[in-house]
């Protein structure tokens, strides 16, 4: 029964439902060149951060969760970034946010539901060619709030409204695979960071 289940994942939570169809239907991801050296470096600020969370403070890193309804026949997959007795969220961004993505939150919101802790962490990083340069300046003295200058630190409670919300997005989206007809998409300026934008838009930047 449980191999029939769709599988969504936590970072798909509440992020564009057209983008997430796609993904389920396997589309093949065609990720632009400026995308990929970002998550590389994406990446390699996870591993160093990663490192430190792991051998100073004794967090797991890579935590694989799984929120299961078999109600609604689809359970939600996740990788905790660091996980002890609550959850850590690490995003690199090219500029650092003055408050968190919407979608950053509902994915640290899976987690917290999962683990059933009260709160968690977003943890927003400035990504670098050499990340080793921003995260030798971290302060972990007020550890988890943690301060620097390329970095910023959210302590975020659990939303219980917020996690109704994700869940009805993502049964919406089950509901147009099941009738194999793409939910309409954000159509706004991340499509250019999406691996479906050649769908989307056509090979020559058109939207279809
Ligand atoms: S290109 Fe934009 S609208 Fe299309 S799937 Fe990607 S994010 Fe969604």
Redesign the pocket.
């Given at each position: 029964m449980t191999d029939e289940l769709l599988e969504f994942y936590a970072s798909e939570a509440l992020?564009?439902?057209?983008?997430i169809?796609?993904r389920l239907k396997g589309y093949p991801e065609k990720w632009p060149e400026f995308v990929r050296v970002k998550l590389n470096q994406g990446v390699m600020t996870h591993n160093i951060l990663g490192e430190i969370l792991n051998r100073r403070f004794g967090f797991e890193l890579e935590k694989h969760m799984v929120l299961r309804s078999s109600r609604l026949g689809f359970e939600i997959h996740g990788r905790i970034d660091a996980y002890r007795d609550f959850p850590i969220e690490i995003k690199g961004k090219t500029s650092l946010p003055r408050l968190p993505y919407e979608y950053h939150l509902a994915q640290l919101n899976i987690y917290l539901r999962w683990a059933e802790s009260e709160y968690g962490y977003l943890y927003y990083v400035k990504l670098d060619e050499n990340p080793h340069k921003v995260l030798k300046w971290i302060d972990f003295s007020s550890f988890p709030i943690v301060k620097g200058k390329n970095f910023k630190a959210f302590e975020i409670p659990y939303d219980e409204k917020l996690f109704k919300e994700t869940v009805k997005q993502f049964y919406m989206v089950k509901k147009h695979y099941e009738k194999d007809k793409p939910p309409e998409?954000?159509?706004?300026y991340?499509?250019k960071?999406?691996?479906?934008?050649y769908?989307?838009?056509g090979d020559n930047g058109h939207r279809l």
């Amino acid at each position: 029964m449980t191999d029939e289940l769709l599988e969504f994942y936590a970072s798909e939570a509440l992020t564009c439902p057209r983008r997430i169809y796609f993904r389920l239907k396997g589309y093949p991801e065609k990720w632009p060149e400026f995308v990929r050296v970002k998550l590389n470096q994406g990446v390699m600020t996870h591993n160093i951060l990663g490192e430190i969370l792991n051998r100073r403070f004794g967090f797991e890193l890579e935590k694989h969760m799984v929120l299961r309804s078999s109600r609604l026949g689809f359970e939600i997959h996740g990788r905790i970034d660091a996980y002890r007795d609550f959850p850590i969220e690490i995003k690199g961004k090219t500029s650092l946010p003055r408050l968190p993505y919407e979608y950053h939150l509902a994915q640290l919101n899976i987690y917290l539901r999962w683990a059933e802790s009260e709160y968690g962490y977003l943890y927003y990083v400035k990504l670098d060619e050499n990340p080793h340069k921003v995260l030798k300046w971290i302060d972990f003295s007020s550890f988890p709030i943690v301060k620097g200058k390329n970095f910023k630190a959210f302590e975020i409670p659990y939303d219980e409204k917020l996690f109704k919300e994700t869940v009805k997005q993502f049964y919406m989206v089950k509901k147009h695979y099941e009738k194999d007809k793409p939910p309409e998409g954000w159509h706004n300026y991340l499509c250019k960071f999406c691996p479906y934008y050649y769908i989307c838009y056509g090979d020559n930047g058109h939207r279809l």
